[in-house]
Antibody
Framework: EAQLVESGGGLVKPGGSLRLSCVGS????????LSWVRQAPGKGLEWVAR??????????DYAAPVKGRVTISRDDSKNTLYLQMNSLKIDDTAVYYC????????WGQGTTVTVSS | DIVMTQSPDSLAVSLGERATINCRSS????????????LAWYQQRPGQPPKLLIS???TRETGVPDRFSGSGSGTDFTLTISSLQAEDVAVYYC?????????FGGGTKVEIK
């Protein structure tokens, strides 16, 4: 069964940093396009970033609210996706999901990031 | 960015009745080359991650009950639940993948009347 498991969330002060991880299993991780999607408390879904497979050039795209503050990367040898988040703001507080594909057919359970002083 | 607008924000429907959710994109998400609309629908039950229901505007994912159907083209799309069941209580989101920058609608909460 294909699955994704996120980790790395926690409580961080405004201006701080955090690195999220997402481990995939049950599918060919290196072939997958991978995204981070977040959901602020009581709010809707917001796409954050995507990294394509190396076969498709490894192209990276970011949503405007996070561009310049976050970095998405992947280590296919470890079946792991990362999201390095810097200069965190209170508005970055959310559950962060990783998901596969252009169309998000596999989702993790999410990891919670809380930015608060 | 392509803005996705869903309506209504919420709706209450009796068990066995039809639920209709609308989604409008600020520009067309139809690829002329293959006549396919880059539009997906997701279901998010309370406390759960989203689940993909429909892709390409009308293609149901494997295992999704046939009471769920998607329709529309260009900029206007609809998700229909033909006979609402208790397990369909959830928030439903549309999402476009036409643009490099992916965007979701604001969500529609479906409840039992």
């Amino acid at each position: 069964e294909a699955q994704l498991v996120e980790s790395g969330g926690g409580l961080v002060k405004p201006g701080g940093s955090l690195r999220l991880s997402c481990v995939g299993s049950g599918f060919i991780f290196s072939n997958a396009w991978l995204s981070w999607v977040r959901q602020a408390p009581g709010k809707g879904l917001e796409w954050v970033a995507r990294i394509k497979s190396k076969y498709n050039g490894g192209t990276i795209d970011y949503a405007a609210p996070v561009k310049g503050r976050v970095t998405i990367s992947r280590d296919d040898s470890k079946n792991t996706l990362y999201l390095q988040m810097n200069s965190l703001k209170i508005d970055d507080t959310a559950v962060y999901y990783c998901a596969t594909g252009l169309i998000f057919d596999i989702w993790g359970q999410g990891t919670t990031v809380t930015v608060s002083s | 960015d392509i803005v996705m607008t869903q309506s209504p924000d919420s709706l209450a429907v009796s068990l066995g009745e039809r639920a209709t959710i609308n989604c409008r994109s600020s520009q067309s998400v139809l690829y002329d080359s293959d006549n396919k609309n880059s539009l997906a629908w997701y279901q998010q039950r309370p406390g759960q991650p989203p689940k993909l229901l429909i892709s390409w505007a009308s293609t149901r994912e494997t295992g999704v009950p046939d009471r769920f159907s998607g329709s529309g083209s260009g900029t206007d799309f609809t998700l229909t639940i033909s006979s609402l069941q208790a397990e369909d209580v959830a928030v439903y989101y549309c999402q476009q993948y036409y643009s490099t920058l992916l965007t979701f609608g604001g969500g529609t909460k479906v409840e039992i009347k």
